[in-house]
T-cell receptor
Framework: RKEVEQDPGPFNVPEGATVAFNCTYSNSASQSFFWYRQDCRKEPKLLMSVYSSGNEDGRFTAQLNRASQYISLLIRDSKLSDSATYLCVVNRFADKLIFGTGTRLQVFP | DAGVIQSPRHEVTEMGQEVTLRCKPISGHNSLFWYRQTMMRGLELLIYFNNNVPIDDSGMPEDRFSAKMPNASFSTLKIQPSEPRDSAVYFC????????????FGPGTRLLVL
């Protein structure tokens, strides 16, 4: 079983739609959680950190459920420019980042 | 400010040849990471350095792969001899400190081994 698992998608949604991605992790000792965004043929970039209390950054909301060991990302009012692959990332304490294989989002007009 | 710089951006080589990938981290960052990305396996950490010292190389696939960081501003990843299954995108990333939170990735090197 992979340490971080994501639905690969693709998620095809119209502009203005709300879309949510989930990610599960297997190591209960994991301490930090992130979402990275990767555009086609580009490098990954940090989108946002995920905090236990949940956090919001504009149209993006991230949630963490430690009991069920999953992380979610909600995107409201989708834009064409949101089309990308979203990588769920987990960091065990003082250890390396573990990347999921990503969920591909395609927003169409 | 310059981000992480990688060279070459693209490399096509024949099986058995030596390949050297280069990385210049962001100035002031003291952790450097080498990743490999493929469709099947996603993004995998190969090795990371802190203050130029290799900390974890458990992701290095086999003895054909080696990495060095002779100083704070330069690192290399070498594959010798290369094989077709090494074809992938290789990313270098750097970060402040050892907590490995925000990592800044370079543009990657696309390697094709024929």
């Amino acid at each position: 079983r992979k340490e971080v698992e994501q639905d690969p998608g693709p998620f095809n949604v119209p502009e203005g739609a709300t879309v949510a991605f989930n990610c599960t992790y297997s190591n209960s000792a994991s301490q930090s959680f992130f979402w990275y965004r990767q555009d086609c043929r580009k490098e990954p970039k940090l989108l946002m950190s995920v905090y236990s209390s949940g956090n919001e950054d504009g149209r993006f909301t991230a949630q963490l459920n430690r009991a069920s060991q999953y992380i979610s990302l909600l995107i409201r009012d989708s834009k064409l420019s949101d089309s990308a692959t979203y990588l769920c990332v987990v960091n065990r304490f003082a250890d390396k980042l573990i990347f999921g294989t990503g969920t591909r989002l395609q927003v169409f007009p | 400010d310059a981000g992480v710089i990688q060279s070459p951006r693209h490399e096509v080589t024949e099986m058995g040849q030596e390949v050297t990938l280069r990385c210049k981290p962001i100035s002031g960052h003291n952790s450097l990471f080498w990743y490999r990305q493929t469709m099947m396996r996603g993004l995998e950490l190969l090795i990371y350095f802190n203050n130029n010292v290799p900390i974890d190389d458990s992701g290095m696939p086999e003895d054909r792969f080696s990495a060095k960081m002779p100083n704070a501003s330069f690192s290399t990843l070498k594959i010798q001899p290369s094989e077709p299954r090494d074809s992938a995108v290789y990313f270098c990333a750097s970060s402040l400190g050892q907590t490995q939170e925000t990592q800044y990735f370079g543009p990657g090197t696309r390697l094709l081994v024929l």
